[in-house]
């Protein structure tokens, strides 16, 4: 049974960085076809696809958060990654990760159970 | 990037009701169209991918429809643990985007 679970702070002061760990088991993280992305959603909005990576580190990223976003894999923690520069109130949100790939690289049939984030001094 | 525009943003129904959530992309994307739904509090759940394929474990009253620029999702017989909020989500172009949502409420 594949589970993800994200971890990181809570609470990120502006211009500051944040990040996030997503821990993955029940399958290698290098292995087969799968992607690993990360999503967003602010408290009663939509979802944001913020961008991916796959087994072999090939990373695609969100043209809108693009110049602020870095998505990293360390295979020998089976572990995925989510760097974002230079915060500001408007990153306050879930962050979801998320994996794709049995249906397309961006279907998401298994997710993390979320963690929010806030931006705030 | 492909806007998708779902509607109703929101709607009131009753258990068993037939209920119909349409998604309009503003380009054709060739059926590269997935619904999730999401409960309060809780991660999305995939429900259907490539316009109309059942994910496994979604009840058979879920089904997609769809072609070109316009897709429905249509629960038929509406149950209790339905209530919640439904995404459409494109993903012939990149970055892959969704619709804003809509949220299912009890009648």
């Known amino acids: 049974q594949v589970q993800l679970q994200e971890s990181g702070p809570g609470l990120v002061k502006p211009s500051q960085t944040l990040s996030l760990t997503c821990s993955v088991s029940g399958v290698s993280i290098s292995g087969g076809s799968y992607y690993w992305s990360w999503i967003r959603q602010p408290a009663g909005k939509g979802l944001e696809w913020i961008g991916r990576?796959?087994?072999?580190?090939?990373?695609n990223y969100n043209p809108s958060l693009k110049s602020r976003v870095t998505i990293s894999v360390d295979t020998s923690k089976n572990q995925f990654s989510l760097i974002l520069s230079s915060v500001t109130a408007a990153d306050t949100a879930v962050y979801y990760c998320a994996m794709g790939g049995i249906w397309g690289p961006d279907a998401f049939d298994i997710w993390g159970q979320g963690t929010k984030v806030t931006v705030s001094s | 990037d492909i806007q998708m525009a779902q509607s109703p943003s929101s709607l009131s129904a009753s258990v068993g009701d037939r209920v119909t959530i349409t998604c309009r992309a503003s380009?054709?994307?060739?059926?590269?169209l997935n619904w999730y739904q999401q409960e309060p509090g809780k991660a999305p759940k995939l429900l259907i991918y490539a316009a109309s394929s059942v994910q496994s474990g979604v009840p058979s009253r879920f089904s997609g429809s769809g072609s070109g620029t316009e897709y429905t999702l249509t629960i038929t017989s509406l149950q209790p643990e339905d209530f919640a909020t439904y995404f459409c989500?494109?993903?012939?172009?990149?970055?892959?985007?969704f619709g804003q949502g809509t949220k299912v409420e009890i009648k």
């Open positions: 380009q054709s994307i060739s059926r590269y």
């Open positions: 990576i796959n087994a072999g580190g090939r990373t």
């Open positions: 989500q494109q993903t012939y172009g990149a970055p892959p985007t």
